[in-house]
Nanobody, 122 residues
Framework: QVQLVESGGGLVQAGGSLRLSCAAS????????AGWFRQAPGKEREFVAR????????DYTDSVKGRFTIFRDSAKNTVALQMNSLKPEDTGVYYC???????????????WGQGTQVTVSS
């Protein structure tokens, strides 16, 4: 079992930045692909970003490309999401997840954190 705990959410003005962190415990996160998802009120959970096991390859949903960066620190057993130039439409609960599949679909992820709220004001 892998336990994931997110932190770093909060309230920020449009154009600002936040850095989300996801700490893994129980087992090492190293063998897993890692991803970030978000869920806005009244909407389904959506893929935001993912990173391969070795951390070399990353992938983003179109709406965050050029603004968000996902990276992982195997030594610290963490995955982070740096979010810049935030927009009100980025508001939602952000979830960290781990999977044995290279996927953008939430159903393919085996482990999830509890989520952290990000609110971007206009």
């Amino acid at each position: 079992q892998v336990q994931l705990v997110e932190s770093g959410g909060g309230l920020v003005q449009a154009g600002g930045s936040l850095r989300l962190s996801c700490a893994a415990s129980g087992r090492t996160l190293s063998p897993y692909f890692a991803g970030w998802f978000r869920q806005a009120p009244g909407k389904e959970r959506e893929f935001v970003a993912r990173i391969q096991v070795a951390g070399i390859s990353t992938d983003y949903t179109d709406s965050v490309k050029g603004r968000f960066t996902i990276f992982r620190d195997s030594a610290k057993n963490t995955v982070a999401l740096q979010m810049n130039s935030l927009k009100p439409e980025d508001t939602g609960v952000y979830y960290c997840a781990a999977s044995r599949k290279w996927s953008t679909m939430s159903k393919d992820y085996d482990y999830w954190g509890q989520g952290t709220q990000v609110t971007v004001s206009s």
